[in-house]
């Protein structure tokens, strides 16, 4: 069975300092990854996408994602965090197959952006 | 391209009462997703469907809900009767079979408060 773990609930970072946010996912077979972004009262928007090819994917609003097959990672960063950011992220696992385009959701990491 | 459209954007209804949310997918999607969100339980798949057929119920929480999808553009969500545990914001979400990564396209979710 596939599953995605993100193990923290909420970071809180100051502006214009970095962010890692942590993803670790169960799959059986070779990963579709995505991480979404939710701000409040809006749906989930697609940050980035990585299925194969280079391991460091860019995505929008200066966002990149590694892929770490040996961990079973995929962890998001933005080098500079602006206050937009604030919002709740999502990491998702997926694949081809039976499942079709299923995916499977982490519980989300929220994000607090301090002055 | 408009988007995945979900209507209403917010409906409040009384305990008993029928609640019907609506979602029209993005033109030539041919998988169809629906979500319930909340605090205590995240991000819930419901049901899908593949080519106006639902493939996988079992996130369906009881009877009281039931889900169609009668064309491939447009898909109805049913509680009846409704209960104020079923207070959520519900998402509709398109992919494509076929396409790279199989990335879902989220609508703007309905608000749904059953008092």
């Known amino acids: 069975a596939q599953s995605v773990t993100q193990p923290d609930i909420h970071i809180t970072v100051s502006e214009g300092a970095s962010l890692e946010l942590r993803c670790n996912y169960s799959?059986?077979?070779?990963?579709?990854l995505f991480w979404y972004v939710q701000s409040p009262g809006q749906g989930l928007q697609l940050l980035l996408k990585y299925f194969s090819g280079d391991t460091l994917v860019q995505g929008i609003k200066g966002f990149e994602a590694e892929f770490k097959r040996s961990q079973s990672s995929f962890n998001l960063r933005k080098p500079s965090v602006h206050w937009s950011d604030a919002a709740e992220y999502f990491c998702a696992v997926g694949g081809n197959g039976a499942a079709g385009n299923k995916l499977t959701f982490g519980g989300g990491t929220r994000v607090l952006v301090k002055p | 391209d408009a988007g995945v459209i979900q209507s209403p954007r917010h409906e409040v209804t009384e305990m008993g009462q029928e609640v019907t949310l609506r979602c029209k997918p993005i033109?030539?999607?041919?998988?169809l997703f629906w979500y319930r969100q909340t605090m205590m339980r995240g991000l819930e798949l419901l049901i899908y469907f593949n080519n106006n057929v639902p493939i996988d119920d079992s996130g369906m929480p009881e009877d009281r809900f039931s889900a169609k999808m009668p064309n491939a553009s447009f898909s109805t969500l049913k509680i009846q009767p409704s209960e104020p545990r079923d207070s959520a914001v519900y998402f509709c979400?398109?992919?494509?079979?076929?396409?790279?990564?199989?990335?879902?396209?989220f609508g703007p979710g309905t608000r749904l408060t059953v008092l």
């Open positions: 033109s030539g999607h041919d998988y």
């Open positions: 979400a398109s992919s494509r079979s076929g396409s790279s990564y199989n990335e879902q396209f």
């Open positions: 799959y059986g077979a070779t990963p579709y």
